[in-house]
């Protein structure tokens, strides 16, 4: 058995006499004898180390890895690379094995990797301000939803096309909390922003955009509905991919309040859906009312650069019921990964992923419709795009006896996503599989 | 020495990032419409540089495995490197979430037996991994209260009870969920007031959310009579996890009349923090509430594991995907390894270390609850105070001359000055009597030397921060020139 306890029966026995009690049974009695458990937890007896990695690793082998099949699925998890380095500084212990930076002088390291995950969230959106992390993408959509709905309006407009997931948290916070949702339907794979246009009124607390959408297609007229918005008081919410910043326009270019989105592909291993990390920038006006922990630069006393947390006004721990937020802990070591790759990959780096990613997308999609292929939505898209067959359930066993993780099955398509990871053959043998060859 | 900024260091041109040759002759297909046109303004710096920076970063950190960190409440306990170890085994670190179930079924036994033990520990019927945080806990049970009294057409009932000692993160809750929140005072032994209790409890509420060891670190002797009030009442019992530490073993919320629990991995069962997350959630619920868990759970059928998301009543989505998996490896490995015994242990450990300091401490500081104690105890600056004007915050300072991480500071709120003492069950006695020796020395400086306490700390690499210019005037990133 495995023990983190470092004090041997008799020292404890030494502590226990020096603080005058007599057992360590002592120690609960302040316990109501009917509330005990009067027997052993219902649990399998602890293990040696070398019991657990058996298990653990028993358990690990279940599971096939993107790493012996390519992985062709995207749908909010992308396969990107990681650098080694990422890792190596995760592993600090200094920085995983702290607590929130509440004693700035002995934090400045933790403190100073915020202030700088912050400027380059500001620099991907282009927007003023950011926090230190939410908990994942969609949380961080909701928690967008509920600084947008603290005034008087409180409707949120949302189309279809943002991720399903993302857009089932928004219910969830929706029917709790306290704002409400208006979910616009799509057409043809893109929002409908005429019908949108319509419903913006003056209760209108935000309008949603999710760029590219849960399709990979790129929306038009998110500027028509910033400006109609706006001239309502209401704020445009911009649901982003940092990777896809790169390139495309940013949510600031946009006109966007808010822009939020999930922080994996930056430097995070897809790890069955978690841990990630969810960002959320803003224009500086919004600053005072964004949710979460945000690190400031001021000077100590004697006039040195110090960085703390600040404008704490806002949170949990001061402002209690009346916080803009509940969050509380983060996902800090997930953004020091995002901030730690950023600074490995560069700007040139960042861009020639997001064009090899594109690239290979493309290459993709063009092989398909040479095989007869059809696209189930016409347009522009970014990674990803969804291509029609009958039978998409039926297809991924096919691809998996083949070796290959397919695509997110949609009704009578399947969404394929692209990295800079995948290679030209896998690629190929992905569509020969899709077009019936190799079929045994 | 100060830290440059990533930012500061940037050459152009020193970033030598390199994809393989690109393999198709495929080019852009995104219309100028949709390009970038401000220019992307990230730093450039080479692999060699951006490791140092992150070291020299690291060093001015301080973490578990540095020393002392008896932050209360927050339970900073050793991390075991072996959960290191398990999270990132490529089987768990390398898997896609919506990969079909038959390639992830290591995946999601691992999800179901975490689940089990979860229930067993806490005394509750099922439990969703699926929260990122405590506060994501506290939010997912206290949104299945209201989905409980919606159900059953109860809607009248708008408030939400949390006592005064409760953590901020309660009364934060029950308003995002769109309650009212009404706080129970505390009795002269730190205690939930009982008549006060029966006094708020009414057909307008939902809930009572109660830690439980409190905050305080006194243990709530009267839970039976506190389930009974609310229950009788038409409302339900919340149990805010943070403490749960000190009791693993001993007792358990289920047993004492709690409906819905949240527990923190990252606290209870040694996965780091991280420096602010990823923490982990889980929320357990007895049976009657089952229905309204969050989708997916996670169903044995024959011998494979299934996600089930046909959940008529559940409450919905509260996170992307299953929640922080990879914490929840971690805290997996850790209850395999300490078992049922270890987690006894665990409770034994951590209770008499938070008496031994309360014991030998009360020599040189006020400890206003002076009592058995469970995993922490509240102490303040009175006597110091009182004598010299030492405030708590100059305490906390002057310990990080000591080399310490302070104790939590200035909370629970219904004590003036409080210190927050969390020892946890991983430190040693020789840790514990250098920590009483040092805040035994910091006790004697405020007397005969108040200054050097006033102005601590004189050996971190910033001394004491402007908070308050920061808070006037933010700045929140890095501008060029500025």
Not at chain 1, 214 to 220: A, M, P, Q, R, T
Not at chain 2, 247 to 270: E, Q, S, Y
Request: glycine share 8%; with cysteine.
């Amino acid at each position: 058995m495995m023990k983190y306890t470092p004090n041997p029966p008799q020292v404890a026995e030494e502590m226990l006499r020096s603080i005058g009690l007599n057992s360590f049974d002592d120690l609960f009695a302040d316990i109501p004898e009917e509330v005990k458990l009067k027997r052993e937890l219902d649990l399998p007896a602890g293990l040696s180390e070398i019991e657990v990695r058996r298990e653990l690793i028993n358990k690990a082998r279940k599971n096939i890895t993107v790493d012996e099949y390519p992985c062709f699925l995207g749908a909010g998890a992308y396969d990107h690379f990681v650098p080694a380095a990422v890792d190596q500084i995760l592993l600090r212990s200094e920085f995983y094995t702290a607590y929130t930076p509440y004693q700035p002088e002995i934090s400045q390291g933790i403190l100073q990797s915020i202030f700088e995950y912050q400027t380059m969230i500001c620099q991907l959106t282009g927007l003023e301000v950011s926090n230190a992390s939410m908990y994942d993408g969609g949380t961080a959509l909701a928690e967008a939803c509920q600084v947008a709905s603290s005034g008087k309006a409180k409707k949120i407009i949302v189309p279809d096309t943002i991720h399903p997931e993302n857009l089932a948290i928004l219910k969830t916070y929706a029917w709790s909390g306290k704002f409400s949702l208006e979910v616009v339907p799509g057409q043809n794979g893109f929002m409908d922003v005429e019908a949108m246009l319509g419903r913006i009124d003056k209760d209108t607390a935000g309008v949603i955009v999710q760029q590219p959408n849960f399709y990979g297609l790129l929306e038009s007229g998110i500027e028509k509905l910033g400006e109609k918005v706006h001239q309502n008081k209401g704020l445009l919410i911009m649901s982003v991919d940092p990777i896809s910043l790169a390139l495309l326009k940013s949510p600031a270019e946009y006109g966007a309040d808010i822009a939020v989105g999930d922080g994996q592909v930056l430097g995070n291993n897809l790890s069955f859906g978690g841990p990630y990390l969810g960002f959320f920038a803003a224009t500086e006006k919004l600053l005072r009312k964004i949710p979460g922990r945000i690190v400031g630069q001021s000077v100590d006393s004697e006039g040195k650069r110090a960085f703390v947390l600040t404008l704490q006004a806002r949170e949990q721990h001061i402002r209690r019921e009346k916080a803009s937020s509940n969050i509380c802990s983060n996902q800090a070591l997930c953004a020091l990964a995002a901030t730690i790759y950023l600074s490995l990959i560069g700007p040139k780096g960042l861009k020639d992923i997001a064009v090899r990613s594109h690239q290979m997308a493309v290459y993709a999609k063009n092989e398909l419709i040479k095989k007869g292929f059809k696209l189930k939505y016409e347009g522009p898209f970014f990674r990803e795009f969804a291509v029609k067959m009958d039978n998409p359930r039926e297809m991924n066993r096919r691809l998996l006896q083949h070796g290959i993780i397919g695509g997110y099955e949609l009704k009578g398509a399947m969404l394929l996503a692209f990295t800079e990871k995948r290679t030209k053959d896998e690629i190929d043998k992905l569509i020969a599989v899709l077009g019936g060859e190799n079929d045994e | 020495m100060m830290s440059k900024l990533i930012f500061e260091k940037s050459v152009p041109g020193s970033n030598t990032f390199s994809l393989p040759s690109c393999e198709v002759q495929e080019t852009l297909e995104i219309p100028a419409d949709f390009m970038r046109n401000e220019e992307l303004k990230l730093p450039e710096v080479s692999e060699v540089e951006a490791v140092r920076h992150f070291t020299e970063l690291s060093k001015k950190a301080y973490g578990v495995d540095s020393g002392f960190y008896p932050l209360g409440s927050c339970t900073m306990k050793y991390n075991p490197k072996v959960g290191e170890w398990a999270a990132r085994l490529p089987g768990f670190a390398n898997i896609h979430p919506y990969q079909p179930e038959e390639t992830v079924q290591g995946a999601l036994e691992l999800i179901y037996e975490m689940e089990k033990m979860c229930c067993e520990i806490a005394g509750m019927d099922r439990f969703t991994l699926q929260p990122a945080a405590g506060a994501h806990g506290e939010m997912t049970g206290v949104m299945i209260i209201k989905a409980y009294h919606k159900k059953r057409g109860d809607e009248k009932r708008t408030k939400i009870l949390v006592p005064d000692s409760a953590h901020g993160t309660n009364p934060a809750t029950a308003n995002v969920v769109g309650f009212d929140v009404v706080e129970v005072k505390s009795n002269s032994r730190g205690l939930v007031d009982i008549e006060d209790l029966k006094a708020k409890m009414n057909d307008e509420v939902a809930g009572l959310m109660l830690t439980n060891p409190n905050t305080l670190g006194l243990f709530e002797e009267e839970i039976v009579t506190i389930a009974s009030i609310v229950h009788e009442g038409g409302g339900l019992l919340y149990y805010d996890g943070a403490n749960l530490n000190a009791i693993m073993g001993v007792c358990r919320p289920g047993d004492m009349g709690f409906d819905i629990v949240h527990l923190n991995l990252h606290k209870t069962f040694a996965t780091p923090h991280g420096g602010g997350g990823p923490g982990a959630g889980p929320v357990g619920v007895k049976a009657h509430l089952a229905e309204f868990l969050p989708v997916p759970v996670i169903e044995k059928k024959g011998d494979k594991y299934v996600l089930d998301y046909d959940r008529p009543m559940s409450i919905g989505k509260v996170k992307n995907f299953y929640g922080n998996f990879g914490v929840v490896v971690k805290a997996y490995t850790y209850i395999k390894a300490l078992g049922r015994d270890g987690l006894k242990d665990v409770a034994y450990n951590a209770v008499l270390n938070a008496n031994y300091l309360r014991h030998h401490l009360s020599k040189y500081y006020h400890i206003p609850y002076n009592r058995l104690c469970k995993h922490e105890f509240i102490a303040n600056s009175k006597f110091q105070l009182d004598k010299s004007g030492i405030t708590t915050m100059d305490i906390a300072k002057r310990l990080l001359d000591y080399g310490y991480h302070p104790p939590t500071v200035y909370f629970p709120l219904i004590v003036n000055e409080a210190l927050m003492i969390e020892p946890t069950e991983t430190e040693s006695k020789e840790r514990l009597d250098g920590f009483i020796k040092a805040m035994a020395e910091i006790a004697r400086e405020a007397e005969e030397e108040p200054e050097k306490v006033k102005n601590a700390p004189h050996t971190t690499v910033v001394k004491r921060i402007d908070e308050v210019g920061a808070a006037r005037n933010p700045i929140v990133k890095w501008e060029a020139g500025k």
